[in-house]
């Protein structure tokens, strides 16, 4: 099937996120779901989380770090006014960056990462306001995801949750889409400082911090 054929039956089903494994045009499986593929497929295969999670928790380490450098960077009236591309302060943006990796980690509580969730999530920042207070929060995120990929709760990471991004997926299959969607706004905040507030970022994330990490080649 070609790539635009493909688009297409994708959309008629429904399906919004990549990857997805569909098998015999009946059952379908979104997402790197272990748990499900290899019943799928018969394979006798036992999976190993430890290098994901490794690599996970060091690239949420750079991009959140990154976003915590680049916010320090914004005055106060910068931060309220609205970006060029979505009508949102960069306040809103760089807030967005960081507490979506949250909701999605906390998703092996809750029990899923609904659109509801996610409003509830901003409802609960609202004052988080100023660059030291976003900072100080997305340092908190950053610390939490990593003790929590570095805590080896393979149950947690295994449970399956109802996402608004990705459908039906593992809370680790989850935080590997959120990392590439912050990554994906972090970049829009680079373009956005250098050409459009004639703001160098200091110490920006690097393509070797990039590296692996999948996002649109459309940057907006």
Known sequence: MEDHQAMEDLRSRGIKALPV????????????????????????????LSGKTEWLADKYEQILRAACRATTQFSQEQLDA????????GRKTVMHIMSFPE????????GSMSQDDMRASDERLKDVYTAAEIVEYGNK???????????????????????????????????????SHSTHHLKQV????????????????????FEGIQTPEALF
Not at 21 to 33: A, L, M, R
Not at 35 to 46: C, G, T
């Open 21 to 48: 494994t569909i098998i015999d045009d009946k059952e379908v499986i979104i997402g790197y779901f272990p748990k499900k593929l290899i019943p799928a497929f018969k394979l006798d295969v036992k999976v190993d």
């Open 82 to 89: 609205d970006v060029p591309w979505r009508p949102w302060t």
């Open 103 to 110: 909701v999605a980690y906390l998703s092996y509580k809750v």
């Open 141 to 179: 995120v950053r610390t939490d995801i990593i003790a929590f990929l570095n805590s080896g709760n393979t149950e947690a990471f295994d449970r399956e949750v109802p996402a608004h991004y990705g459908g039906e997926v593992t809370v680790l299959e989850l935080l590997n889409i959120i990392l």
């Open 190 to 209: 680079y373009h956005y400082m250098e050409n459009n507030l004639g703001i160098t970022p200091e110490a920006p994330a690097s393509e070797a911090d």
